[in-house]
């Protein structure tokens, strides 16, 4: 189900608050999901990447920033402190790191599924071919996110290398869908070039791809990246842009991102008011947190796992909603 609005009324949006927007996100938000709020385990299991997108601090030419990879058995032993405490989603996501080629990904999710049945797995691992994409899904892979950035193809070219191309994102996609993956997509709020237009293609292009996730942040600068000095995007237009996106596609499972929580320190419990429906504390080990940084300030790098279950429960209650120990599937 997906609802229409006219263009003008989704722009007037995008720009001015309006409390019946957020009223009524809020009431879709708890018509489809309750009090439930759907926890995943995210595992930053690589941050080398191939590729160099200017906005993000772990792109291949930032020297700055310290690598790190985690061994297959590692990803299993977050995934066992994770099943302890209650998470039945667990999200590995890395940079583009052809290091862990086809099969080594493969192993990694079925060994996962092997020992948590009852769980999903998401992948985000970036831009791969179909025939990959086969591979993960048949090996068990539930989800996949990928965001499309941008759906405005010349804003694309300035957020990323030649390298890089828009319609190879655009193919990405298609193919995770027809494969029969639950998919994501999404984009920062605020990012440098970014104006109502870009915005407003972002919200037809989720209309079209109707993806069962969206993925939305505040962009927030990396100092060791081109877009270092640039301005960050706010809480307020990314509050307005949650309470839209479930307002034109009511069942999507939405995030409450880390970015959210970094740019103000109530923007995740804010972000479950405006809308969203998902949080996904981090699992990773501690020791190498602080390395997997998009941005700079984010939250969280020096807490335990279970610090970080706990702390998040409690923020979700103190706002009045539960925190769901179960798959959080997508409801069609
Ligand atoms: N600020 C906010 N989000 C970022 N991402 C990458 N760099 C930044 C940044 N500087 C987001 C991108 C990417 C996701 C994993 O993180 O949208 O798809
Ligand atoms: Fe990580 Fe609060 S959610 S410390």
Same mark, same amino acid.
């Given at each position: 189900?997906?609802?229409?609005?006219? @263009?003008?009324?989704?722009?007037?949006? +995008?720009?001015?608050? @309006?409390?019946?927007?957020?009223?009524?996100?809020?009431?879709?938000?708890?018509?489809?999901?309750?009090?439930?709020?759907?926890?995943?385990?995210?595992?930053?299991?690589?941050?080398?990447?191939?590729?160099?997108?200017?906005?993000?601090?772990?792109?291949?030419?930032?020297?700055?920033?310290?690598?790190?990879?985690?061994?297959?058995?590692?990803?299993?032993?977050?995934?066992?402190?994770?099943?302890?405490?209650?998470?039945?989603?667990?999200?590995?996501?890395?940079?583009?790191?052809?290091?862990?080629?086809?099969?080594?990904?493969?192993?990694?999710?079925?060994?996962?599924?092997?020992?948590?049945?009852?769980?999903?797995?998401?992948?985000?691992?970036?831009?791969?071919?179909?025939?990959?994409?086969?591979?993960?899904?048949?090996?068990?892979?539930?989800?996949?996110?990928?965001?499309?950035?941008?759906?405005?193809?010349?804003?694309?070219?300035?957020?990323?290398?030649?390298?890089?191309?828009?319609?190879?994102?655009?193919?990405?996609?298609?193919?995770?869908?027809? +494969?029969?993956?639950?998919?994501?997509?999404?984009?920062?709020?605020?990012?440098?070039?970014?104006?109502?237009?870009?915005?407003?293609? @972002?919200?037809?292009?989720?209309?079209?791809?109707?993806?069962?996730?969206?993925? +939305?942040?505040?962009?927030?600068?990396?100092?060791?990246?081109?877009?270092?000095?640039?301005?960050?995007?706010?809480?307020?237009?990314?509050?307005?842009?949650?309470? +839209?996106?479930?307002?034109?596609?009511?069942?999507?499972?939405?995030?409450?991102?880390?970015?959210?929580?970094?740019?103000?320190?109530?923007?995740?419990?804010?972000?479950?008011?405006?809308?969203?429906?998902?949080?996904?504390?981090?699992?990773?080990?501690?020791?190498?947190?602080?390395?997997?940084?998009?941005?700079?300030?984010?939250?969280?790098? $020096? @807490?335990?796992?279970?610090?970080?279950?706990?702390?998040?429960?409690?923020?979700?209650?103190?706002?009045?909603?539960?925190?769901?120990?179960?798959? $959080?599937?997508?409801?069609?």
């Amino acid at each position: 189900m997906t609802q229409n609005f006219s @263009d003008q009324q989704l722009k007037y949006w +995008i720009e001015n608050d @309006d409390p019946w927007l957020l009223n009524e996100a809020q009431k879709l938000r708890r018509q489809w999901y309750g009090d439930q709020v759907y926890v995943r385990g995210l595992i930053e299991f690589s941050n080398y990447c191939k590729n160099d997108c200017y906005y993000c601090g772990i792109r291949c030419g930032n020297n700055m920033a310290r690598r790190y990879r985690l061994t297959p058995q590692q990803i299993f032993d977050c995934c066992r402190e994770g099943y302890e405490l209650g998470f039945r989603t667990f999200v590995l996501q890395s940079g583009e790191d052809p290091f862990y080629d086809d099969d080594t990904l493969c192993r990694i999710v079925s060994g996962i599924k092997e020992r948590h049945p009852d769980c999903a797995v998401t992948l985000s691992v970036g831009e791969k071919e179909r025939k990959s994409y086969q591979a993960f899904f048949d090996a068990g892979a539930d989800r996949y996110l990928l965001r499309h950035e941008t759906a405005d193809e010349a804003h694309y070219e300035k957020l990323h290398p030649v390298e890089m191309s828009y319609q190879n994102r655009m193919r990405c996609l298609r193919d995770l869908k027809e +494969i029969g993956y639950q998919t994501g997509c999404g984009f920062m709020v605020g990012s440098p070039y970014q104006t109502v237009d870009t915005l407003w293609e @972002d919200l037809q292009f989720i209309r079209r791809l109707k993806p069962q996730m969206v993925g +939305i942040g505040p962009f927030i600068p990396q100092k060791d990246t081109p877009f270092g000095t640039e301005t960050a995007g706010t809480m307020e237009m990314t509050l307005r842009l949650l309470s +839209i996106i479930r307002l034109i596609h009511p069942h999507v499972l939405l995030p409450a991102t880390t970015a959210l929580g970094t740019i103000h320190p109530k923007g995740r419990e804010l972000g479950i008011l405006a809308g969203a429906n998902v949080v996904m504390p981090n699992l990773s080990p501690v020791a190498v947190r602080e390395k997997y940084k998009l941005y700079d300030n984010k939250i969280c790098t $020096g @807490d335990e796992a279970a610090e970080c279950r706990f702390c998040m429960q409690k923020r979700m209650e103190s706002i009045g909603y539960q925190v769901a120990v179960n798959r $959080g599937d997508f409801q069609p």
